[in-house]
C-alpha cells in the first residue's frame, strides 16, 4: 500500500483546525493563512500550494459574522508596542543613571572613568604545564 499524499493529510489537518477555530474567539484562535500554517508546523507556499487559502478565508469571514469579537487590530498593537516601549526607555534612563553613579564614584576615587570602559587585557599564559607530573608538596 503506497503513502498517502501530502495534499490529502493538510487539506485534512486544515479542516480540522478550522473546525475547532471556528468554535473559539478570534483573539484566542486568529484564521488567516499564517497563523494557522504556524499552528500545524506547515509552509504557508503549501497552504497556496493546494489551494487552503481560500476555506481559511471563508472561514474566518464566517467567524466574524457569527459574532465573535474581531480580531486584533493594529491599534491595539500600537498600544501593547507603546506600552512596551516607555518601559524601555524606563528602563535605559535607570541604566544610564547607574552609569553615571559608576563614573562619579570611579573619579570620587581618582580613577579615570574612560578606563572603565576600555576591553580587558587577555592573560598572558605562556608558561607550559606539558610534562609535569609531579605534585609539589
Excluded at 484564521?31 to 472561514?59: F, M, N
Amino acid at each position: 500500500m503506497g503513502r498517502k499524499s501530502q495534499e490529502a493529510e493538510m487539506t485534512a489537518a486544515v479542516k480540522e483546525y478550522l473546525e475547532a477555530a471556528q468554535r473559539e474567539q478570534t483573539d484566542v484562535c486568529q484564521l488567516d493563512v499564517k497563523s494557522v500554517a504556524a499552528a500545524l508546523g506547515i509552509s504557508r507556499t503549501s497552504i497556496y500550494k493546494y489551494g487552503l487559502d481560500k476555506p481559511i478565508r471563508e472561514a474566518q469571514q464566517q467567524q466574524v459574522a457569527e459574532g465573535s469579537e474581531k480580531p486584533r487590530r493594529l491599534s491595539h498593537m500600537l498600544a501593547d508596542l507603546r506600552q512596551e516601549l516607555k518601559q524601555t526607555e524606563i528602563r535605559n534612563k535607570a541604566l544610564l543613571t547607574r552609569l553615571n553613579l559608576v563614573e562619579a564614584n570611579a573619579a570620587r576615587l581618582g580613577i579615570d572613568p574612560e578606563e572603565l570602559y576600555q576591553p580587558l587585557v587577555k592573560p598572558v599564559r605562556v608558561l607550559s604545564h606539558v610534562g609535569r607530573s609531579k605534585k609539589f608538596v
